[in-house]
């Protein structure tokens, strides 16, 4: 071993979230591990920044809210996170009114209901669909920190109606057997379109896996807001991990893996690492690249991301207060039909004619992101993130300005006044410009299409990676992040069962 090569038990290529957890896991029970990370922090798409220059807003700049992440990790790990509810959970505009749908449903969600459908009947739907959902990810959630279960015993839990409309058939299809109002229709369906292009009667079933992830955090499938942003999150999971003895090195790019049946070497500019496993946080295909492998097909994500500050909230047609309708989600051009119809003209290459996406403020929940030069003011933050984009469609600054026009329009139809005069600072990110910024492939925020969090009929795990949903095809090369089994979102989940499937592989007498 020459002087320039090092010797580690562990190495994490990529330092997003969940490298963070899986290396605070392993650091605790003795193992030395390091993180190699080619951006100048952690993180990945999970910081917070100060997006506007010479305008003090520190925003969440990719990831957003926290969804997934389970309450026993938060625990587990001595995280001091404060994660908010938020009073509403969205809020749909149309022609003369909007469709008001609280956290905690009660006598304005009902009121509104009736005055768009013009009886209860949908409503009883909703909450009918939703007791089913409830019941799905009440036997899912309490299993996503443990080996993978069989597709057999969660289904066992569960009523075969409920199963099939989200597990069988493509979602659509219960959507539109359930429901009659086209608006309604698309409040459902939004869940399975976050970070997913796909029809909603997409016979792969992309959307359901989708919606599923969506609504199986915690049990509950709330999204919450992190108090100083995502930053905070990613703060949290960097002190732990240099507490437990993590060595985390950023502007450190790798350029190869090569893996073996008992170890591997990690070498990148300046430095050769040998170690005992190697953990993956970046995308599949960026690891098919640096191990050598021939490169699945290269993933390509749909949303546009657009950051905003502005003086004020503006007024709304409808009237609702503000507050209330942007405490939560807004829903732009997300009837079912609005949906189907942005879809198909993205699939045959061209930008759709009209935005389909979501609005949330962040700062109606926390105004720690605000400096003292907006703290007192009232000034908020919007982040909207818009569907059914692809990379393709938005292959150039000319297109993303269109996007950003056409998000614009979108949201002057439901306002009392135009947005812009009100706009104090403004950036947008398509696809191309998140992998530019974060090397993640096609900017696809799930490293690729989600997965179904069990095993199928059939399938038997041979090792602890398999078992974990965590494996690459190495031996001693697994999956930590998005692109595992269980990948996807802000949770943690990836990171912390690739910890453990590494120390249930430890022979017994190696263990620390």
Request: hydrophobic fraction near 40%; proline fraction near 6%; glycine fraction near 10%.
């Amino acid at each position: 071993m020459d002087a320039a090569t090092e010797k580690r038990d562990v190495v994490i290529v990529g330092g997003g979230h969940n490298a963070l957890v899986a290396a605070t896991y392993l650091a605790r029970n003795g193992l030395t591990v390091t993180i190699l990370e080619r951006l100048p922090h952690v993180g990945g798409a999970a910081i917070s920044a100060p997006v506007f220059d010479g305008l003090d807003a520190h925003l969440s700049r990719y990831s957003y809210l926290v969804s997934l992440m389970p309450e026993e990790l938060i625990t587990r790990l001595g995280l001091e996170l404060e994660l908010r509810s938020r009073d509403t959970a969205s809020y749909s505009p149309y022609d003369g009114g909007g469709l008001l749908i609280e956290t905690a449903e009660g006598a304005a969600t009902e009121e509104s209901f009736r005055v768009l459908t013009g009886s209860d009947t949908e409503l009883v739907a909703w909450r009918r669909f939703y007791a089913e959902v409830a019941t799905v990810a009440a036997a899912i959630a309490p299993t996503l920190l443990s080996p993978l279960p069989h597709i057999g015993e969660l289904r066992d839990q569960v009523e075969m109606a409920i199963w099939t409309d989200l597990i069988d058939e493509p979602l659509g299809t219960a959507i539109e057997r359930r429901f009659t109002h086209d608006l309604v229709r698309g409040v459902v369906s939004t869940d399975a379109l976050i970070g997913t292009f796909a029809s909603l009667h997409d016979p792969t079933l992309i959307q359901n896996r989708c919606f599923l992830y969506h609504l199986i955090g915690n049990g509950t499938g709330e999204w919450r807001v992190p108090v100083g942003g995502m930053g905070a999150v990613t703060g949290e999971l960097e002190r732990v991990a240099r507490e437990a003895g993590v060595q985390i090195r950023t502007n450190c790019e790798v350029d190869g893996i090569d893996a073996r049946d008992t170890d591997a070497t990690v070498c990148g500019d300046g430095f050769v690492i040998e170690t005992d496993w190697v953990l993956s946080g970046v995308a599949p295909y960026v690891l098919a690249r640096l191990l050598g492998d021939p490169a699945p097909p290269k993933p390509s994500g749909s949303q546009f991301k657009i950051n905003l500050l502005v003086s004020r909230l503006p007024r709304l047609r409808s009237g609702i207060d503000p507050a209330i309708a942007f405490a939560g989600t807004l829903h732009l051009g997300e009837a079912m039909s609005e949906l189907e119809t942005a879809w198909a003209q993205a699939a045959a290459g061209a930008l759709p004619d009209r935005a389909a996406g979501e609005l949330y403020c962040h700062t109606l929940t926390d105004r720690s992101i605000l400096g003292p030069g907006l703290a007192d003011t009232p000034a908020q933050t919007l982040t909207y993130f818009g569907l059914h984009t692809p990379y393709d469609v938005l292959p150039d600054e000319i297109a993303a300005e269109q996007a950003y026009a056409q998000f614009l329009a979108a949201l002057d139809e439901h306002l009392a006044e135009p947005i812009e005069p009100l706009i104090l600072g403004v950036e947008h990110r398509t696809p191309a410009q998140i992998e530019e910024s974060l090397g993640m492939p096609g900017g696809h925020i799930f490293h690729g299409d989600l997965q179904w969090p069990w095993l199928e009929e059939g399938e038997r795990p041979h090792d602890a990676a398999e078992r974990w949903g965590v494996s690459t095809g190495h031996r001693r090369v697994l999956m930590c992040g998005s692109g595992a089994r269980r990948g996807g979102a802000v949770s943690g989940i990836a990171g912390h069962n690739a910890a453990h499937a590494i120390l249930e592989a430890l022979p017994i007498m190696e263990r620390p």
